[in-house]
């Protein structure tokens, strides 16, 4: 059995634990059965908060990647705690491969039976799980002789070294007294006589401010962030710029980066705080009047963004971001003819520029030009192809306005192994193979989705259109039923109901394409 199956599973579990198909005594049951051991003999379990994967190093729980297959049979279903409170257990040989207990994960919101390790710092103060016997035991130190202590070479002591010592010892209290006297004592008495000995005027040291280190530190930390954000290490990134706005509070450019990586995880409301003090701090900065459009145009705010981004252009016409984005909003704003007109002068100014090959293939793809619009957005993921949003939009343009629902699939497949924090993609993923009419392989992302966003409604309605296609209308009622009790006016879940309780399959009902981009996912960070 491999990890993906595993997993698979464990998804399974949990969406019927969440609309109470299973209780907790046999998800806890279920979820004891899938933990393994590798073949180096170490443990691994998912965790039931989670869905990640930790493993037992012989003193703590640690995330982790597993091996791809399963190399040995899976654990009994044994309660772990049975097998680490038992006092048969302390005596167990050896040879007899012993269980962990299982991970500790903050208590949620409803407790499950089973949890898993935390995902903080704070997670080093829960108290280990016993070491299992089967793991090979740490060797204990030998205690180290202690080192030999040679003592230093005597040096001959003579006159002439007494006289150079008491010397040395004279003018480093001179220079002692010097400094006492000129930072204790009012009016610099030293400094001020030495002056008017010589006609000069009183030396004054100035402290070094620590802003002149600046100019050296605050490039390194920004050129980290930006190439961890097209690594798609998001949250990384927010870190290295987070570090450069402590480092310079007062200069424009981390804050622009920093609504840039906002704007891509999601937290739009952050980003367009961050542009915003951008702005302030440099009301002549072209590229902070870019991001603070941009943060406007995905939060919904399409004439505020045309105003600012129209401003950036005038305060920078070569702005490459600045002509891109109005772009972007002359499209929200259903003004064709003037985005198609920035695009091209956006390719223009930075011809090897994603976000200018992002503008082109966005108007292309909402006037029909398929081709044309598939040139430009494999020319806009071949110049950042490690950066997951590139995937993702790909896959909504190949979903949504150019019919090939299993390439989308394949493209938000790769936006969600660069970045599996994004649920947007997990969740577009799921419709994608929906819409493919593959359901039985849609089921696992939109599970997964479930367990990372558990109180939209939609998420339940499109799972149980997965079970309905796969004709499990059984199953899929739960999950329409559960839609409703968030939700009571969702169409999806109203219309799957009917069809299963009228013994007709369930389907995605068909939408004519946006006339504008999508609207960018807004995510809320979790408390």
């Known amino acids: 059995m491999s990890v993906e199956e595993l997993e698979r599973r464990f998804y399974e579990l949990k969406g019927r634990l969440d609309v109470g198909a299973i209780g907790q005594d046999e998800f806890k049951r279920e979820i004891e059965k899938l933990r393994f051991q590798d073949s180096q003999e170490r443990w691994w379990m998912i965790g039931a908060q989670s869905g990640k994967w930790y493993y037992f190093d012989g003193a703590r729980w640690i995330p982790g990647q597993p091996p791809a297959e399963v190399p040995v049979p899976l654990s009994p ?22 269980e962990p207990a299982p991970p500790v994960e903050p208590t949620p919101p ?25 793991l090979p035991r740490a060797a204990k130190e030998r205690p180290r002789a202690p080192a030999r202590v040679l003592a230093p070479p005597k040096l001959p002591v003579s006159g002439i070294l ?22 204790f004592v009012p009016g610099k008495p030293i400094s001020t006589f030495l002056g008017n000995l010589t006609g000069s005027k009183p030396i004054v040291a100035t402290p070094t401010s620590p802003a002149s280190l600046v100019p050296k530190e605050l490039p390194a930390l920004v050129n980290m962030g930006d190439q961890l ?28 980066r920093l609504a840039r990586a906002y704007a891509f995880k999601g937290q739009l409301e952050e980003a367009r705080a961050r542009a915003q003090q951008a702005v302030q701090h440099a009301p002549t900065d072209a590229e902070a009047h870019a991001q603070f ?101 790909y ?37 994608a193979l929906l819409a493919a009419n593959k359901p039985q392989e849609a089921m696992a992302p939109l599970q997964r ?6 109180n939209r409604a939609d998420n339940y309605a499109y799972l149980g259109i997965a079970y309905g296609q796969a004709h499990q209308c059984t199953q899929a009622i739960p ?7 968030l939700d009571v006016g969702n169409v999806l879940a109203q219309r799957g109901l009917v069809d299963c309780k009228s013994g007709r399959l369930p389907t995605l009902p068909p939408a004519p394409p946006p006339s504008a981009p999508p609207a960018a996912p807004t995510l809320v960070p979790k408390p």
């Open 395 to 431: 896959g909504e343009a190949l979903r949504l306005y150019l019919g090939n629902p299993a390439e989308a699939a394949a493209e938000h497949q790769k936006a969600v192994d660069l970045y599996g924090a994004y649920i947007p993609a997990i969740n577009r993923l799921g419709l």
């Open 110 to 134: 409803v407790p499950l039976p089973v949890t898993t390790a935390a995902e903080t710092p704070r997670a080093a103060a829960v108290t280990p799980p016993p070491q299992p016997e089967h």
């Open 162 to 183: 007494l006289v150079i010592g008491a010397a040395v010892l004279a003018l480093i209290g001179v220079l002692v007294f010097w400094i006492l006297v000129e930072n």
């Open 449 to 454: 989705v479930l367990t990372l966003d558990p």
């Open 293 to 393: 459009c941009r943060a406007l145009a995905w939060l919904g705010q399409v004439n505020e963004a045309v105003v600012v981004c129209e401003k950036a252009t005038q305060l920078d016409g070569r702005n490459v971001h600045a002509r891109a984005f109005l772009a972007e909003a002359y499209l929200l704003a259903r003004r064709v003819p003037d985005a198609q007109s920035q695009a091209q002068l956006a390719l223009q100014v930075a011809p090897q520029n994603a976000e200018a090959h992002r503008a082109q293939a966005w108007v292309l793809t909402l006037q029909g030009q398929k081709d044309a619009a598939l040139a430009e957005w494999k020319q806009t993921i071949a110049l950042e192809p490690n950066f997951y949003f590139r995937h993702f939009e």
């Open 479 to 485: 999950y329409f039923e559960q839609a409703l009790n």
């Open 77 to 98: 279903a044994a309660p772990a705690e049975t097998l680490a409170e038992s006092p048969r257990a302390a005596t167990t040989p050896a040879s007899v491969p012993r």
């Open 229 to 256: 954000l097209l690594q798609s290490h998001i949250d990384a990134a927010i870190t290295q710029y987070q570090s450069a706005a402590q480092l310079a509070p007062n200069h424009a450019t981390p804050l622009v």
